[in-house]
């Protein structure tokens, strides 16, 4: 949008939220606040914009990196201070400014672009985002005049008798003409309640000198960006705009959670139960998967068509291609091919590789590991720091040797290889194409392509033993 620009202020403390951590960082569905408006605001097509830090601003700063713009407010005087702090990225410029807080996670580009094009088209000089909500406690409320026109916004803890009754609340959310916004900054004081210096007292001081000034009105639904699916509108808490504790938090991920559960299902993925699946908002899943209950799916996965994930499954990072089962696994940071079968209960831990059609059974940890097209694993067996070739069979009980205590070491097995039960491969070692290991050994040297390697102390039978010993008769 031309001549548009955005604000978002993230340098409070967030002292309801009783943490060590700044406000914004906190996440929802897998992404710090903060993010999520950073997202909302890019999408909506703003020419630029500036993030305002403080409280933590180092390490808000350090997540943001070096390619958001931001300015610090040392201290932190109020939410009109804080735009204050903007004056050098303001001056410049001229047209519209949209000012967002950073712990209104459930913002999204289309209420932005609603807002502004609400505030271009009357030719606002300050439109105000508002709601009409059931609990109105804390928020700031809308006083209108007879008219209807907007008056001003008074704090929860500014408010009279019966302001505190106005159901219709401020979000937090604002377009300003910049060079309005910036002659009003100048006039508001911090004569009130927190001793701080309000944003929304522009609204009124705006009014006062005869400027038009809107307010957009959402129903919750609106807000939510949830026109398309009716029947969730009555599962949108209000008290979701502004995150200030961690029950808000809570019921912000809530609704999150079930935003993004709705999306899935209605693009052809299957969730048996939405209630207890828990899928990150950048997560993609394919067509006919189905997600079992006891999900948990975050971070940058991807999941391909056709795929089952579940019952009680946690996949963190992982691309993973079509037709897969995933069941009762944790999988991190790692790759699945095409038609793999992982678990019940297996862990594949971080820069893994699962060939095609690969079979991970029951009580396998796979680390640092490629496993072959083919291949099987079928239960209890670790395999870290190891390549292993494609249509393999490793036996029950395998295990990698891949640690002495001081450094770890490699594997490598070749194709079409069969490991014996309970075998013990002391890394470094490597094992060739074809070749057969006997159950019960302990390789540590290389086998050779082709070769049976028994490493394992021969059987002795000692005839009538138990007799002798008189431990039992015959
Ligand atoms: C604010 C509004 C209130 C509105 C509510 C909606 C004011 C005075 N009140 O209240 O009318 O109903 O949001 O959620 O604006 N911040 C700074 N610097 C500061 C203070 C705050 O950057 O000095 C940032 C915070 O990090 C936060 C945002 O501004 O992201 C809002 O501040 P917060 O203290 O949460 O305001 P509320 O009390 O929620
Ligand atoms: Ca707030």
Redesign the pocket.
């Known amino acids: 949008m031309k001549n548009c620009y955005g604000l ?7 002292k309801r939220m009783k943490s060590k951590q700044p ?2 960082l906190h996440s929802v569905c897998g992404k710090p606040m903060l993010t999520h408006v950073i997202g909302a605001l890019n999408n909506s097509g703003v020419e630029d914009y500036i993030v ?4 933590g601003g180092d390490i808000v700063k350090k997540h943001l990196g070096e390619e958001i713009k931001t300015t610090y ?1 040392e ?8 735009v204050m702090c903007c004056e050098k990225f303001l001056k410049p410029k001229k047209g519209t400014v949209i000012i967002l ?4 996670p459930l913002i999204n580009s289309r209420t932005i672009s609603s807002i502004l094009e609400h505030h271009v088209k009357n030719n606002y000089s300050a439109t105000v985002l508002t709601a009409e909500v059931d609990n109105p406690a ?4 809308v006083v209108r005049n007879s008219k209807g026109d907007i008056e001003k ?1 008074v ?2 803890k500014d408010a009279t008798g019966s302001e505190l009754n106005i159901t219709e ?4 959310t604002y377009c300003f003409d910049i060079e309005l916004l910036l002659e009003a900054l100048g006039k508001i004081s911090n004569n009130n309640a ?1 001793g ?6 522009a609204i009124e001081i705006l009014k006062d000198a005869d400027y038009r000034v809107g307010a957009y009105k959402t129903n919750y639904c609106e807000l939510m960006e949830l026109e398309s699916s009716p029947h969730v509108s009555e599962i949108i808490p209000s008290v979701s ?2 995150v ?1 504790s961690k029950l808000q938090l809570h019921e912000a991920n809530e609704v999150m959670k079930k935003r993004i559960n709705i999306k899935h299902m209605l693009e052809g993925v299957t969730i048996i139960d939405p209630l207890s699946t828990y899928i990150d908002a950048d997560v993609v899943i394919g067509r006919d998967s189905i997600v079992y209950p006891g999900s948990i799916i975050e971070g940058n996965t991807v999941i391909g068509e056709d795929c089952i994930i579940g019952l009680n499954s946690r996949i963190a990072n992982t691309i993973i291609e079509n037709s897969v089962e995933i069941e009762a696994s944790h999988v991190h940071n790692s790759y699945i091919k095409c038609g793999a079968h992982i678990g019940p209960f297996a862990y594949i831990r971080p820069d893994s590789v699962i060939g095609r059609d690969v079979k991970i059974g029951d009580f396998v940890e796979i680390k640092k590991a490629n496993i072959g097209d083919g291949t099987k694993v079928s239960h209890l067996s670790y395999i870290g720091d190891a390549e292993v070739g494609k249509k393999c069979n490793v036996g029950c009980g395998t295990v990698v040797v891949n640690y002495n205590g001081t450094s770890k070491f490699k594997t490598i097995i070749g194709d079409n290889s069969f490991v014996g039960c309970n075998t013990n491969l002391i890394s470094p070692v490597e094992v060739g194409d074809n070749a057969y290991i006997a159950a019960g050994s302990t390789i540590t040297e290389n086998v050779p392509t082709g070769a049976l390697a028994v490493a394992r102390m021969k059987q002795v039978n000692k005839e009538g033993w138990v007799e002798k010993k008189g431990i039992w008769k015959k």
């Open positions: 978002i202020l993230a340098a409070g403390e967030g406000k914004v305002v830090i403080g409280h407010q201290q932190q005087l109020g939410t009109g201070h804080a807080a950073g712990d209104v804390g928020f700031g409320r916004i704090e929860h609340v401020n979000s937090g927190q701080e210096y309000y944003l929304p007292d705009m502004g200030n």
